[in-house]
């Protein structure tokens, strides 16, 4: 499908004489039309606006890791990412403030921003000043103080109250520019507040619906590898993909492939208490019901590996020991599925499809990842422990079409739900 999209190429300056005219009449902007496709409608970018002079609000997610040993913050590879929007938008000359959050209120990463700020500082290479309030008369007059090019952090909007408070900084926005995707499933007012001003999509935003954009129009046979430690999460994907017609496989490792071959009737031996401690046993009737109707497309492990005496062993699927637990998928598993992946044209992988951290069970996962930056398939790659096991079996992210960082952002996504910091663009 063709998407038009507008582009920076202008036939006459209206647009500079009256900038914040949110859709400027057609004859002053010339049309270009891109090959990918989007699942939402076209959005405007960074290269649709004259930003010079203008108070840009930018909503991102430089969320990080958080030692309560030391009490230090770790940099989170967003805070890279969204260097690249601060730092093109100060030089496009934009007053530029930056909105973000650290960890819930209440816990114990829910902290200052002032190091991200030297984190930004650093990636960007111009400065970035920090004001530790995030709305109140002190961040009010550093916004009214900021000059073309500058870049300012307010702290941390989890610190307030209320988050409605942000609005009161409504005044003080020219445009608002959202960059943080990872953020978007939530209604918040720092990220649909701003909603009244002419938006736009920021880089990393840019980037990710445009990933998603061809994950969502497949090119087929499209493969999904569901692993981790969250089934509710998978089977929420799943029954969406398999109810549209779109998953030709869906590939079940880790706790997942443990519940479906409990579902369908075979032994599981002491991960049945697992599941049931964690209260996933709740989950079995819609794996059940999965399995009715999708039986060829789901894929569970033909055999697996488990622990005896500190030792890798392997069985076939249902003649796993009592009292062991599922460790990984087996060798007969691993190339049956790597037979799959060779012949799919999209892939996605969420979730290890085993418990990777430890040697003896880091094969299937390894493996998986090779063979999927071996395809020539269009990859997406999402899932904090996902991404751990990429850096840690050296695989190069160049070799895997896209990297999302968005958490809880792209499950819903490729859930079916709506976005609402999407559907504000």
Known sequence: MTTPMMTTSRISTSADICPLIKHPPVSIIRITYLSFSLPYSPMKTLSDFDFRGKRTFVRVDINSPFDEKTGKIEKSPRVSAHAKTLRELADKGARV???AHQGRKGDADCVSLKAHAGYLEKEIGKPVLFINDVCGER????INGLREGEILLLENVRFLEDEKEITSLLPLCDVFVMDGFSVSHRAQASVVGFSSKPAFAGRVMQEEMEALGKVKH???????ILGGAKPEDSLAMMGHWLKEGKMDYALCGGVLGSMFLLASGTSIGAGEKYLKEKGYTALL??????????????QMPIDVAYAEKGKRKECPAGKLPASASIGDIGKKTLAEWKGILKNARTV????PVGIYEEKSFEAGTREILKAIAASTSFSLAGGGHTIS???KFGIGKAKISYISTAGKALIAFLSGEKLPGVEML
């Open 97 to 99: 403030i930056v909105l």
């Open 139 to 142: 961040a009010k007059k550093a």
């Open 218 to 224: 497949p090119s087929h046979p499209c493969v999904f």
């Open 285 to 298: 009737p819609k794996a059940k019901e999965l399995l009715v109707k999708y039986n060829k497309k789901i």
């Open 348 to 351: 996605v992988i969420n979730g």
């Open 389 to 391: 096991a990429i850096d």
